[in-house]
């Protein structure tokens, strides 16, 4: 597995910097940028490359709404260039709250908008005219709209690569199984990897039915905090599990409205119904802390790597199992380098 971390929009940018770039030196092998409505992803990717030398670098995740189909294509060629082939073109849909509250745009026709994102983007780095006519992006624009003037262009430098990885963040059947035909990696929020059979299996399977083979087998990413010691058991390991409970509560109860939250509604698939259901109503209702507080501490203990070795090694070799490949780790804790050390040594032998 490679193990990559993530800047968080809300983390003092500058600060991480200086983190990652020791923690390149530790052996990472992968930042993820976010975006949501905050500063914007690329700029701070363009900064990164210039400050690293090694780690892939990735967008966690830019929107298919809030730019056209050519300005995706462009940043990943342009990403890919200033940090000399390290970038990794992560993608997803956001939600109605974001796209059409933030960008006033409409939010409509998510996966097939992404579809076509990844196709045109794949087009543009092989320096092929766009010419595309699907169902969210025409170009050049059809006769009878704009001036009528448009013609079929092709990026105008060679790119560093002419295929740039690209993953896509998904959760519903039909956008799951979107992701297993066309995206080099999947990146799922809020999940436990012994559910991908049972929540997922069945769309990653007809995914994969139509899968080209030049893509390869399909990356999977999982987020997870990393705390790793023989001391680390029963209520030793709250503070870092602990960690984990306002964002987790922010997804379950607060992403999206209370009668469409496609992290509820997964969380409820991997066996939380009830919990989920009181984590919304709380949440909605502006009891973020109570909402924070009933996060099942089952969910944050299997969902994270807290622990003494034994223990660590045991749940990376059933993630293994599961199809994971990347981890995306938080390293809390007075020597993240130290701890990054650590889990390498354990995923040698996994």
């Known amino acids: 597995m490679k193990i990559g971390t993530g800047i968080n ?57 809030s730019r ?3 300005a995706i294509a462009q ?24 796209i059409e509250g933030f960008h006033g745009i409409a939010y409509d026709k998510p996966v097939k908008r992404i579809r076509e994102y990844i196709e045109v983007t794949r087009m543009a780095l092989r320096r092929e005219r766009l010419e595309y006519d699907g169902e969210t ?18 990026l105008i430098n060679h790119p560093v ?41 069945d769309d990653l399977a007809k995914g994969m039915a139509d899968r080209p083979a030049e893509l390869g087998p399909l990356e999977i990413s999982k987020g997870a905090t990393v705390a790793i010691g ?18 987790t509560a922010l997804y379950w109860g607060g992403m999206g409205a209370r009668e469409k939250n496609f992290y509820n509604a997964i969380a409820r698939q991997q066996g939380y119904e009830e919990e989920a259901a009181k ?31 034994s223990v660590i090694r045991e749940r990376l070799a059933g993630w293994k199992d599961a199809g994971v490949t990347h981890l995306n780790v938080s390293l809390p804790g007075p020597d993240p380098a130290a701890t990054l050390g650590k889990l390498r040594e354990i995923l040698a032998d996994v």
Request: aromatic share 8%.
């Open 68 to 70: 056209s189909a050519g």
């Open 230 to 247: 023989d001391d680390l058991v029963g209520e030793a390991t709250d503070p870092f599990l602990d960690r984990n409970r306002p964002h």
């Open 9 to 65: 929009y809300a983390s003092d940018f500058h600060t991480s910097v200086a983190q990652i770039v020791e923690l390149e030196r530790a052996g990472l092998d992968l930042v993820w940028v976010s975006e949501a409505y905050s500063v914007d992803a690329v700029s701070r990717v363009g900064y990164l490359a210039a400050a690293t030398d090694t780690v892939e670098i990735g967008t966690g995740i830019l929107n298919v709404y």
């Open 75 to 98: 940043t990943a060629a342009g990403c890919d260039y200033v940090s000399r082939g390290r970038f990794i073109l992560g993608l997803g849909a956001s939600g109605p709250q974001v």
């Open 279 to 309: 984590i919304q109503d709380l949440y909605l209702d502006g009891h973020k802390d109570e909402a924070a507080a009933a996060v099942p501490r089952d969910f944050l203990d299997r969902a994270n790597l807290v622990g003494p070795e």
């Open 137 to 154: 992006v025409h170009l050049p624009l059809p006769e009878g709209e704009g001036t009528g003037l448009g013609k079929a262009l092709k």
């Open 161 to 201: 690569r002419n295929e740039v990885p690209i993953w896509w963040a998904s959760l519903m059947p039909y956008a799951i199984r979107e992701t297993a035909r066309l995206a080099n990696g999947w990146i799922p929020t809020q999940f436990l990897p012994e559910h991908i059979t049972t929540v997922w299996g």
